[in-house]
């Protein structure tokens, strides 16, 4: 039987469904992605901690869940909303070849709450009208006075420092060195970073060890690292001052590389202002344009904050603008071997043709060697 | 540094006339191609030879060339016009093969022609299948294993290595044409064969089967800066096996995960770099492994496709407009997409789902299997699009025209004794099971049958290679469709006897029909289900509506924006769909957008919009035509400011292009959806109306329902289209204003039609009453086959009282003539008249016809006009207006008349240079003919001949004949000074071009011998050896003229056909009377048709051809633009 379902945006505007996933209750801000594939891989993405995700896609799940494709051990989402969620039959095994079961289970089984069988386009048109918001979808609640109270009573985005709630506790070797060569070390500031950053690195031979967030410059600059990696994590940048204080100290004296949240933090940390998109860009098919090469990327994003590009000091210049809005994308720092990206090389999901920054991370290290 | 400065003069190759695996959809972007460079100021030069396409338009390029598709006329025109480049990547295989020949023949390079969209070094790989091969491998992508044969032993020794089953492809050819699968070595060389001599350079390729995997397509664009971005993602519901034409395909892909779909978008962009597609779209398809994953490639096309105008429907995206701007030197970042405002150098994203379901019309080949395979036999298609994949699947099924409301099990003829009924479900099951093994063109019907009778979803994969994923959706549907008879069933019990009031849009029935909706069901099929379980109640479609209404059950109108709702979107082009909650503002806002009211016309105002409904997916009868005709009145109509609204669920056509009308809503042409559209638009009598008079039969369908349910109907009124189609009434009309008819009757058995048959006299024309294309009609010269015909063999049809067949005397040798008007209600003229040259009897969509007319004298011509007045208002014909005449012996008899636009409306207009569907819609608007300034017939100084093109070769083992039932897919047109070599470019440009010199075999009926000996002394003059069967030989000799013998076909070898079979027979001359000889007709014609041996039945044209190759002799061939003969530059030739 299918149990009722709300999503109640702060706004008052209310939404009807029914109960996905652990079918409880979910609050945070909610934001729509319109990616139409990777939905799991967008569930574990720590950059989406605390949000709501509406699925644009008219279809998911169809190809159900399969441990391969988590980007984090845990689901990261506060919860998720579908139009229409496919959960294969009760009697049959998930009919695709990588499944091992069906999103709803997965959902339902790490406690996940959804909501589905929701109108996610009028409710895209609404976010992206009025802004992304903060939402509590409920099956325990369905009485909208209460909803809307509480969906009120909901922190805003901005000011939150959410970065060091997806952090690891302790620092951690993601791949030792391999025996045979010496390889190259870099650290990773966790702020929230997706697993298939770290197996970018990785592929790359480099050694890869894994820092919390709020590690200071002189405990990673104590490990030797030849590089710096400035990943990607949920939320404001504004509030992560510690990392912003550890990045400031680490320009200059490692190559760094930023990457969404740690391209803002670097930003931050060069002077410059961010701020709020009015909606985000969650998706898999942003053009985005190399200003060096003249060449248009196809990347992968998620975020909701920006560098302002008019706030970059002198030191820093732009080297990539969105198509789509001409925000800021990625910059460079000419008088220190750091650079920083918006969107995400490592993709996953979404398009893998921006992965080459990966390669010019490792020739910055090379260079500064 | 946008567009290049250097390409002034661009040379846009057409497709030529519409055949099966092109259709179109070459039209569609051949349309957005030319406009998108004349925006850019580029003086556009256009080669097509099909009249009946919206590009041959005079205004979308500056000099249009309505010539045949070779080297010889390219090359001229290339010589004329100079042009800095050629762009091939528009016009399909045809265009791109010219464009090669003419490259290889180092034309292009002799007049400094530069190749834009795709160089030669690309078309070389991507079609080259060796080439093709080795390039792929080098970029370390898979392929099946392969190997190519020039001949059936080499094949056979590849085909150890691959095993069976085997796929063999022929290399370049079109659609798959001659390729095929074999599953054992017998099968294998027939399959072999057939390859060889389908492939122009007699080679094959023997390829692994991948039968039953996943097929993903994908359309890539790449500019000049190797950006490149695919637009969409395509997968077949079908499998690997059947050709993707033939498939049931998806947009988005449904069942691949992003790990998968991001590994083929890698090799589909390294495919397009490999290739090197400079600048524009290509297709690139793959197959998967359902169970392991392996991808390999299968093949790319460096060129819109069929699949490409799908995805632009699809997605918003107009994938020919921008492969043209990037063809000029823009790149992607340099170009907005029209529908955001936003960049077009991005990805779409659908928050809906996309069904396409192809049309095919095995009925009209009687004989030939109907079974799916590697070659495409579909001749349409129709696409919805749906809030998901059950209500796209059952909108796009429903769209089809095939009698389906929705996804349904076949219906089966109980009475058929071929195919008793099965008494239980499990002797059903079982036949189900034996049906989905092989691939028809309904198996997506039989599939949901076995899934209602409990089929499991594991089996029913087995069997069919589906993915379950689809299946399970399928019975989503069917359990939707148990719970509807059921619980519906309670709910709608009590609410149905009377009429509902107005009340409770959150009651328990309400929330039932949302779900049900949402599900795709019809309110036609929601009806007849309903009805099994309330047997008592009479249920129709209407008071199913009125229910759903009374409860405020109505669908949303959403706007397909590219993006997901991720950007304001600009551009009206809508779906419905019941599957949401909530209105999309954007709709709202474009229906409410206040635009200035067109002014008034003395007075009278005229309509703020105009819906005009499209013809819905092609099919043979109904194509392309039609859509001209549709978006010539939207043009029309909006020049006047009149707000033009279009409802179509064509994806290949100009009319579903969402900036031909004002709003364009993708909907399929039913009654209810229609009803759905006029209601969103508030159409009524004083916002305006709806115009069904052009989109073929299919408006004309449901017509009368829509006026029933208050649609104010624009023109001619739908009861008047039904008197012009009711035999008796319109009988009657003719009678009353005293023009000859046929003798004729109508019989409701077998008896009375032997009867009225007698009466008449042998031979008589017989079909059902109602229908366009001719379906079932015949000619029939004796008792016994007209026993046979009405008994339902032999393609005939089952005989019932309650649809009676019509009889009438089939006149003989009769001249035929069309004749197109344009009336007012009480003035008509006339658009031109048409001589047929084809023997009588043949489908007037069949034959070759001329303007002018060159053999009637001028007081034959003015009975043909005066009654053609007197029929337009007899009708009361407010609009278009098609008269078929036979001119008989001096007299002068009326076939039909159907006031409404007719399939030679694009051939007049080209003829003529006279837009007469825009004249058309105008009067429809309220315009007089004195206010369109439209009173006097054309009259030209040059010649248009109209050929039509079968597509026997795609159904082998069909009967070859041509008879009143139309068969031809598309057609061409030959425009020159003289009619003779306007005959000859309209059979060059199908592909048969009569030769200049060779054996020429003359076998002519008796009564021809006569005025056969002054044209065959002309052709000896002209070079060409004769040969004739036995009587028109001796008649030759008689006179003086030397011809060779050639034996009948009978008992005696080597007779003609071995002499065709041979290769001797360059030019074949047959005319005929009576049955033996038509049947021997037949039999030559098919001989003709499988070795592209141009064959001529009625001396009408034997004596355009001489007259035709006279005039080839002293004078150089001639090619010029519409425009020139338009503006009389062109002057008339020595033989007229």
């Known amino acids: ?369 | 540094m946008p567009k290049r400065d250097d390409l002034r003069t661009i040379l846009v190759l057409g497709s030529g006339p519409i055949i099966i695996g092109q259709a179109c959809e070459f039209d569609y972007s051949g349309t957005q191609g030319c406009k998108a460079l004349k925006e850019e100021g580029c003086r556009v030069i256009l080669l097509n030879s099909n009249p009946a396409t919206v590009m041959t338009d005079p205004g979308f390029s500056d000099r249009t060339y309505m010539e045949p598709m070779n080297i010889h006329m390219a090359g001229s025109i290339i010589m004329q016009e100079r042009p800095d480049a050629l762009l091939p990547t528009l016009g399909g295989q045809t265009a791109l093969n010219l464009a090669m020949e003419l490259h290889k023949a180092g034309i292009l390079e002799a007049y400094t022609v530069e190749m834009i969209g795709a160089k030669p070094a690309a078309i070389e790989i991507a079609e080259n299948r060796q080439v093709f091969r080795q390039t792929m491998r080098d970029i370390g992508l898979d392929l099946p294993k392969s190997g190519f044969a020039g001949s059936v032993a080499e094949a056979l020794g590849q085909v150890e290595a691959i095993g069976f089953p085997a796929i063999v492809r022929p290399s370049y050819t079109l659609g798959g044409t001659g390729g095929g699968v074999a599953y054992n070595r017998e099968s294998f060389r027939e399959v072999v064969r057939r390859g060889l001599d389908a492939s122009p350079i007699g080679q094959v390729l023997v390829e692994e089967s991948v039968l039953g995997w996943k097929e993903i397509e994908l359309e890539v664009i790449r500019d000049g800066r190797d950006n490149a971005v695919v637009i969409c993602g395509i997968e077949n519901l079908d499998p690997m096996g059947v050709h993707t034409g033939d498939s049931i395909t998806v947009a988005p892909i449904q069942t691949l995960s992003d790990v998968e779909y991001q590994a083929l978008r890698n090799d589909a962009l390294a495919v397009v770099r490999a290739v090197g597609v400079d600048t524009g779209g290509c297709n690139i398809q793959f197959a998967l492994h359902p169970r392991t994953g392996r991808r390999v490639i299968i093949e790319m096309n460096p060129r819109v496709s069929r699949s490409s105008a799908l995805a632009s429907k699809a997605t918003g995206f107009p994938i020919a407009r921008v492969a043209a701007k990037l063809a000029i030197g823009y790149h992607l970042d340099e170009l907005k997409n029209d529908i955001t405002g936003t960049s077009a150098c991005f990805e779409p994203a659908i928050d809906y789902c996309v069904v396409k379901v192809p049309r095919f019309n095995f009925e009209k080949f009687t004989g030939a299997e109907p079974l799916l395979g590697l070659q495409m036999h579909s001749v349409g298609e129709t696409m919805a699009l749906g809030g998901n994949f059950r209500e796209a699947l059952q909108k796009a099924l429903r769209g089809l025209e095939i009698g389906l409301s929705g996804l349904e099990p076949v219906s089966r003829p109980a009475a058929d004794g071929a195919a008793p009924a099965s008494s239980s479900r499990t002797e059903r099951l079982e036949d189900l099971r034996g049906i989905l093994h092989q691939t028809g063109p309904e198996r997506i019907l039989y599939l949901y049958e076995a899934l209602l009778l409990g089929m499991s979803v594991e089996e029913a994969s087995a069997l069919t290679g589906i993915d379950p994923w689809f299946l399970l959706q399928l019975r989503l549907i069917a359990e939707t469709e148990k719970s509807l008879e059921i619980d519906l069933a309670a709910l709608a019990g009590d609410a149905l006897p009377d009429d509902p009031g107005p009340s409770g849009a959150d009651g328990p029935l309400a929330a039932f029909l949302r779900r049900v909706k949402a599900q795709g069901f019809s309110d036609a099929r929601i009806a007849a289900l309903l009805s099994r379980s309330l047997p008592d109640a009479l249920i129709t479609e209407d008071r199913i509506r009125a229910l759903r209404l009374s409860r405020g059950v109505r669908p949303v109108f959403r706007c397909v924006d590219t993006c997901a709702g991720e950007f304001a979107a600009l551009t009206p082009y809508f779906y419905s769909t019941f599957d949401a909650a909530h209105p999309d503002p954007a709709h709202a806002a474009h229906v409410a957008a206040a635009r200035v009211p067109p002014g008034d016309l003395a007075g009278r105002p005229l309509p703020r919009k105009v819906i005009i409904l499209g013809g819905g997916p092609n099919r043979i009868g109904q194509g392309v035509e039609f859509d001209y005709c549709c978006v010539q009145a939207a043009f029309s109509l909006r020049d006047l400011g009149v707000t033009a609204i279009m409802v179509n669920s064509n994806p290949e056509t100009v009319s579903t292009d969402y900036d031909t009308a004002d709003r364009l809503y993708f909907e399929p042409v039913t009654v209810e959806d229609v009803l759905a559209v006029c209601e969103a638009e508030g159409l009524d009598r004083s916002a305006g109306g709806l115009i069904v008079q052009f989109g073929g039969q299919t408006p004309l369908n449901i017509a009368r329902a829509l006026e029933a349910a208050g649609v104010p109907i624009l023109g001619t009124r739908p009861g008047d289209i039904a008197m012009a189609e009711d035999r008796e009434s319109f009988s009657a009309l003719v009678e009353r204003l005293s023009i000859a008819q046929p003798r004729s009757g109508m019989a409701g058995n077998e008896e009375s039609a032997c009867r009225v048959a007698k009466e008449i006299g042998y031979p008589v024309m017989v079909r059902p009453s109602f229908v366009l294309g001719g379906r079932a009609m015949r000619v029939i010269h004796r008792e016994a086959d007209l026993r046979a015909y009405v008994s339902g063999r032999e393609g005939g049809i089952a005989l019932d009282p309650a649809s009676p067949i019509l009889v009438d005397k089939f006149l003989e040798d009769a001249v035929e003539v069309d004749v197109d008007a344009v009336c007012d209600g009480s003035a008509v003229t006339i658009a031109a008249v048409m001589e047929h040259i084809e023997q009588a009897g043949i489908h007037s969509g069949d034959s070759c016809c001329s303007i002018p007319t060159h053999t009637l004298d001028p007081g034959i011509l003015e009975r043909i006009r005066g009654h053609t007045r007197q029929l337009g208002l007899g009708l009361r014909t407010v609009g278009l207006l098609n008269v078929q005449f036979a001119v008989h012996r001096g007299g002068v008899y009326v076939l039909e008349a159907n006031p409404r636009a007719s399939r030679t409306v694009p051939f007049v207009s080209k003829a003529t240079g006279r837009n007469i569907a825009g004249l058309a819609a105008r009067i429809m608007a309220g315009f007089t003919l004195a206010e369109t300034g439209f009173l006097e017939e054309p009259s030209i100084g040059y010649h248009a001949v109209k050929e039509a093109v079968i597509p026997f070769s795609r159904f082998p083992g069909a009967e070859i004949s041509l008879g009143p039932e139309m068969r031809s897919t598309g057609e061409v047109m030959g425009i020159d000074r003289s009619f003779g070599m306007a005959f000859l470019k309209a059979q060059s440009a199908t592909g048969t071009p009569i030769p200049f010199s060779g054996n020429a075999i003359l076998t002519v009926t008796d009564s021809d011998k006569e005025a056969l000996l002054p044209l065959a002394a002309r052709l000896r003059d002209l070079g060409f050896f004769l040969y004739a069967t036995p009587g028109t030989r001796d008649t030759l000799i008689a006179r003086g003229i030397q011809a060779e013998l050639v034996v009948k076909i009978g008992p005696r070898r080597p007779h003609l056909l071995d002499f065709m079979r041979n290769g001797h027979a360059h030019l074949m001359v047959n005319t005929v009377s009576g049955s033996t000889s038509a049947r021997d007709a037949t039999v030559i014609r098919a001989e003709a048709l499988a070795r592209n041996i141009p064959l001529l039945t009625t001396l009408a044209a034997l004596r355009a051809v001489v007259e035709g190759l006279e005039v080839r002799k002293v004078d150089r061939r001639s090619v010029a633009p519409l425009q020139d003969y338009y503006a009389g530059l062109v002057k008339p030739g020595r033989n007229d």
């Open chain 1, 1 to 369: 039987m299918t149990k009722p379902a709300l999503l109640m945006l702060d706004d008052g505007v209310c939404f009807e469904g029914e109960a996905r996933g652990a079918a409880g209750e979910a609050a945070g801000e909610v934001v729509f992605t319109t990616s139409m594939a990777g939905y799991q891989e967008t569930l574990t993405d720590p950059s989406y901690f605390g949000q709501i995700v509406a699925f644009t896609a008219a279809q998911l799940g169809n190809y159900g869940a399969t441990p391969l494709d988590d980007e984090s051990p845990a689901p990261r989402v506060a919860g998720a909303v579908f139009h229409d969620l496919f959960t294969a039959a009760e009697n049959m095994p998930f009919p695709h070849w990588r499944a091992g079961e069906s999103l709803d289970a997965k959902l339902a089984r790490q406690g996940i709450s959804a909501i589905a069988g929701l109108d996610t386009r009028a409710l895209t048109l609404h976010l992206r009208e009025h802004g992304s918001r903060g939402g509590i979808l409920s099956a325990l609640d369905l009485d909208r006075p209460s909803l809307l109270r509480r969906a009120r009573a909901l922190p805003p985005m901005q000011g939150q420092d959410l970065a060091r709630k997806v952090s690891c506790a302790q620092p951690y070797a993601f791949s030792p060195p391999p025996p045979d060569s010496p390889s190259l070390r870099v650290a990773v500031l966790d702020c929230g970073v997706k697993r298939s950053i770290l197996v970018n690195l990785a592929r790359l031979g480099m050694a890869v060890s894994v820092w919390p967030a709020a590690t200071s410059a002189a405990d990673i600059l104590a490990s030797k690292p030849d590089g710096v990696l400035l990943p990607n994590g949920p939320g404001d940048p504004e509030p992560c001052v510690y990392a912003i204080a550890a990045i400031r100290r680490l320009l200059g004296r490692v190559p760094l590389f930023g990457i969404c949240l740690g391209h803002q933090l670097l930003g931050l940390a060069l002077g410059a202002r961010t701020y709020k998109l009015p909606f985000g860009h969650h998706g898999v098919n942003h053009p985005v344009l190399d200003i060096s090469t003249r060449r248009v990327l196809i990347t992968s994003q998620n975020h909701g904050f920006c560098v302002d590009p008019d706030s970059l000091p002198a030191r820093a210049a732009p080297s990539h603008w969105n198509l789509n809005d001409d925000t800021l994308e990625g910059l460079v720092v000419k008088d220190a071997p750091a650079f920083s990206v918006q969107f995400h090389p490592e993709a996953v999901p979404g398009p893998t043709e921006a992965g080459d920054l990966f390669l010019r991370f490792r020739d910055l290290i090379l260079q500064a060697k």
